[in-house]
């Protein structure tokens, strides 16, 4: 796949796309149309902010009871980030042993294809979280 179409199939949520409004500078993920502080003050001003995909493991968990699709992966860990820029995202830790996650640590997303439904069907993209070097 060409990088071009792996942009222009990427939906916000998955390139981590936020909002930003431009009256007190509060950052919604995933991207609002109206700041939830401000209301109809923001209208006009909501900027696109791109998170920087970094933060820190919040919590987690060790999924051992996967779903259908993601019977091959388990057990793999489940873990809510706090990223650098204070928003929380649930996501899956890769390239990490079991033993090894812990709160607090440091980690990046990167963006995987998650799963396909039915031959030719539609390709679902994610991110997902590795410790950091
Ligand atoms: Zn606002």
């Not at 060790?62 to 980030?81: C, E, G, L, R, S």
């Not at 042993?97 to 679902?124: C, N, Q, T």
Request: aromatic share 10%.
């Amino acid at each position: 796949m060409t990088v071009a179409r792996f942009w222009r199939e990427n939906s916000p949520r998955y390139n981590l796309k936020a909002s930003k409004c431009g009256n007190c500078g509060k950052v919604s993920f995933p991207p609002r149309t109206v700041c939830p502080e401000c209301h109809r003050k923001s209208i006009g001003k909501m900027q696109e902010f791109q998170l920087s995909g970094k933060g820190e493991v919040y919590s987690f968990s060790i999924v051992h009871d996967a779903p259908a699709q993601f019977q091959n992966q388990k057990p793999y860990i489940v873990a809510m980030i706090k990223l650098d820029e204070g928003i929380m995202v649930t996501g899956q830790v890769i390239d990490c042993e079991l033993d090894k996650v812990e709160i607090g640590m440091r980690v990046w997303a990167s963006f995987r294809k998650l799963g396909e439904e039915g031959p030719g069907g539609v390709i679902h993209y994610g991110y997902k979280f590795h410790p950091e070097l």
